[in-house]
């Protein structure tokens, strides 16, 4: 999903042609809302803390597995590059 992409061409232009380059940054939204469970049933705000398989975990010793168990949601920045391969001007596009 590209958000809030603000994009600017390579030079200044008053139409758009083959050839034309633009690019920008934008924001990348979590993959990982707040309903999102992954295979084992692990999420941010429904289902199982940790794998339910390794319910020994609970009290503790699930540093080799923290990356697995701990789930986030995390917004990123991205960016992008476009260019123009062809123009239709018959239909305008």
Do not use: C, H, W
């Amino acid at each position: 999903t590209v958000k809030n992409l603000v994009a600017q061409s390579d030079g200044a232009t008053s139409s758009i042609s083959p050839g034309l380059k633009m690019s920008g940054g934008f924001t990348v939204p979590s993959y990982r809302t707040g309903l999102f469970l992954d295979p084992k049933g692990r999420g941010t705000t429904t289902g199982y803390d940790q794998a339910v398989a390794l319910p020994a975990l609970q009290a503790g010793g699930d540093e080799s597995l923290f990356k697995e168990n701990n789930k986030k949601f995390d917004v990123g920045r991205g960016s992008i590059e476009l260019k123009v391969t062809s123009v239709n001007p018959e239909l305008g596009e």
